[in-house]
Nanobody, 114 residues
Framework: QVTLVESGGGLVQPGGSLRLSCTTS????????MAWHRQAPGKQRELVAS???????KYSDSVKGRFTISRDNRKKTMWLQMDSLEPEDTAVYYC????????WGQGTQVTVST
């Protein structure tokens, strides 16, 4: 059974930091590309950052320089370090694994507000 479980979301003030985790099981993690997506209320889901099995990283322009994606193939876990958070970063953040097929987590809420 494939599982992807996100954690680490919460409420943070503008300028603050959060670290999201995606813990996985049930598939060959090291072969899959991994990504974080987010969906804000009333908006389409968007790709935030991705990391290949070989750790090639890509970021959306809106988070470049503020967010850092990483993975540990032995732990089958991916992280998203989010710094200098802005209210516009408020969204549900989803973990995604992709190769020929795709798997998704249930999401974790991130709220950036005073």
């Amino acid at each position: 059974q494939v599982t992807l479980v996100e954690s680490g979301g919460g409420l943070v003030q503008p300028g603050g930091s959060l670290r999201l985790s995606c813990t996985t099981s049930g598939f060959d993690f090291k072969r899959y590309g991994m990504a974080w997506h987010r969906q804000a209320p009333g908006k389409q889901r968007e790709l935030v950052a991705s990391i290949s099995g070989g750790s090639l990283k890509k970021y959306s322009d809106s988070v470049k320089g503020r967010f850092t994606i990483s993975r540990d193939n032995r732990k089958k876990t991916m992280w998203l370090q989010m710094d200098s958070l802005e209210p516009e970063d408020t969204a549900v953040y989803y973990c995604n694994a992709y190769l020929i097929e795709q798997f998704w987590g249930q999401g974790t809420q991130v709220t950036v507000s005073t």
